[in-house]
C-alpha cells in the first residue's frame, strides 16, 4: 500500500543515505543525462502514505526542465506478504504494456523507477464521479491483460498463509482478542460460498487506494501503479477493495482511522458497475449489473478479512509509522459487522 503524493513530506539532504548500489546507479543514470547541472546533488523527498515501502522523488537539477525518478526502498519482513521477484517480474511485464512506470534499475533491498508526470488521486478523487468513471474503465482494461502464468486464483492461499502466519505470531490472548483461532473456518466458510458464483476472474490489483491511482491533468489518462499484491482474482474481489478503501485518508494525522460511512451508497456502486461493465463495449443487462453488484457486496467481507490480516501482521514485521494493530482491527470489526447482511443470514 504506497502513496505517491509528497503533501507533507520530509527532505533528506543527500543521497548518500542511500544504499551504495542504489547511488551508483542513480549518478550512472544522471551521468547519461547531458542536460543534469549537479549530478551529485539532487533533492531528495520521501514521499508520505507509504506503508509497506519507503519511496522517494529524487529531483536533479537540469538547464532545462528538471529530470525526475522514484526510489523504493522494499519494507523489512513485508515477503511474508508476496514474492518480491514475482511483483518485480508483473512490474516489468506492466511496463511493456505500457500500464506503469519503467524499471531503470535494480539494487539488493529496492529498485528505481521512471518519474510519471501525473497526479496521485486523494481521498476525496475517489467520489468525483467523472474521475470514478476513468478508474472503471481502467479497472476493466487492467483486469483484461494479458499477464503470463496460470489464471488460478490466489487470494484463498493467501489468506490461508497469512491467518497461519498470524497464529505463529501472537500471544493466545491476542490470538483469542482477533478471533484468530476462527480465521481458517471463515476462510473456508467464505471460499464455499463465494465460489460458487462463478464470477469472472482476472488480473487484479488487490491494493486500489487512491495512492496507487494517478491521473494526468491534461490528457485525463489514469495509471494504475505498485504491483506488490496484484495477483489473478475474482474481478469482484479487485472492485469491492476499491469501494472499501473509500473509507480511508492515509493523508491525515490519524492515517490508520476509517470512516466506514463513507462506503458508497447503491445508486454509486451501480454507476460504477455500469460503467466498468459497458467499458468492454457490450451493453450490460440489469441482471448482470446485479449479479456483480451482489458479489462484489460478498466478497468485500475477503478485503476486511485480507487487509485486517496485513494490519495485524505489519505491526510485528514493519518499521513504518503507522499504527497496523488498530487498522487491522477496524477491518475485523467490519467483517464481524457486515457478514450478516452481506451473506444474507
Known amino acids: 500500500m504506497v502513496n505517491m503524493e509528497n503533501e507533507g513530506a520530509q527532505i533528506r539532504k543527500s543521497i548518500d543515505q542511500f544504499p551504495d548500489e542504489a547511488r551508483m546507479i542513480l549518478l550512472k543514470l544522471a551521468s547519461e543525462w547531458g542536460d543534469v547541472a549537479a549530478s551529485d546533488s539532487p533533492?531528495?523527498?520521501?514521499?508520505?502514505?507509504?506503508?509497506?515501502?519507503?519511496?522517494?522523488?529524487?529531483?536533479?537539477?537540469?538547464?532545462?526542465?528538471?529530470?525526475?525518478?522514484?526510489?523504493?526502498?522494499?519494507?523489512?519482513?513485508?515477503?511474508?506478504?508476496?514474492?518480491?521477484?514475482?511483483?518485480?517480474?508483473?512490474?516489468?511485464?506492466?511496463?511493456?504494456?505500457?500500464?506503469?512506470?519503467?524499471?531503470?534499475?535494480?539494487?539488493?533491498?529496492?529498485?528505481?523507477?521512471?518519474?510519471?508526470?501525473?497526479?496521485?488521486?486523494?481521498?476525496?478523487?475517489?467520489?468525483?464521479?467523472?474521475?470514478?468513471?476513468?478508474?472503471?474503465?481502467?479497472?476493466?482494461?487492467?483486469?483484461?491483460?494479458?499477464m503470463p502464468g496460470p489464471r488460478v486464483v490466489l487470494l484463498w492461499p493467501r489468506l490461508r498463509s497469512w491467518a497461519k502466519e498470524a497464529l505463529n505470531l501472537f500471544s493466545a490472548e491476542e490470538v483469542k482478542e482477533f478471533s484468530l483461532e476462527k480465521m481458517e473456518e471463515e476462510i473456508n466458510m467464505l471460499e464455499k460460498a463465494l465460489s460458487s458464483d462463478c464470477g469472472r476472474i482476472g488480473f487484479c490489483h488487490n491494493d486500489l487506494q487512491y495512492g496507487n491511482i494517478m491521473i494526468d491533468e491534461e490528457t485525463r489518462q489514469v495509471t494504475i501503479i505498485d504491483y506488490e499484491y496484484a495477483s489473478f482474482n475474482p474481478i469482484a474481489f479487485d472492485i469491492a477493495n476499491h469501494f472499501c478503501e473509500m473509507a480511508a485518508n492515509y493523508h491525515t494525522d490519524t492515517p490508520h482511522i476509517l470512516d466506514f460511512s463513507k462506503y458508497p451508497g447503491i445508486e454509486e456502486r451501480r454507476r460504477f458497475v455500469k460503467i466498468y461493465l459497458s467499458s468492454s463495449g457490450k451493453t450490460p443487462s440489469d441482471v448482470e449489473i446485479e449479479d456483480l453488484l451482489k458479489e462484489i457486496e460478498k466478497y468485500a467481507l475477503a478485503s476486511h478479512l485480507f487487509w485486517g490480516l496485513w494490519g495485524i501482521i505489519s505491526e510485528q514485521v514493519n518499521d513504518i509509522d503507522f499504527d497496523y494493530m488498530e487498522y487491522g482491527r477496524q477491518r475485523f470489526q467490519q467483517y464481524w459487522l457486515t457478514k450478516p447482511v452481506r451473506l444474507g443470514s
Request: charged fraction near 25%; hydrophobic fraction near 40%; proline fraction near 4%.
Open 43 to 146: 533533492e531528495v523527498v520521501q514521499l508520505k502514505g507509504a506503508m509497506t515501502n519507503e519511496v522517494y522523488q529524487i529531483t536533479w537539477p537540469s538547464v532545462g526542465p528538471s529530470r525526475r525518478m522514484i526510489v523504493r526502498i522494499y519494507g523489512e519482513g513485508v515477503d511474508v506478504f508476496f514474492n518480491r521477484e514475482m511483483e518485480v517480474q508483473t512490474f516489468e511485464c506492466m511496463s511493456k504494456h505500457g500500464q506503469g512506470p519503467r524499471l531503470l534499475g535494480r539494487f539488493a533491498n529496492g529498485r528505481v523507477e521512471e518519474f510519471i508526470n501525473a497526479r496521485t488521486l486523494s481521498a476525496a478523487d475517489l467520489r468525483n464521479p467523472e474521475i470514478s468513471s476513468l478508474i472503471a474503465i481502467k479497472m476493466q482494461e487492467f483486469h483484461n491483460l494479458n
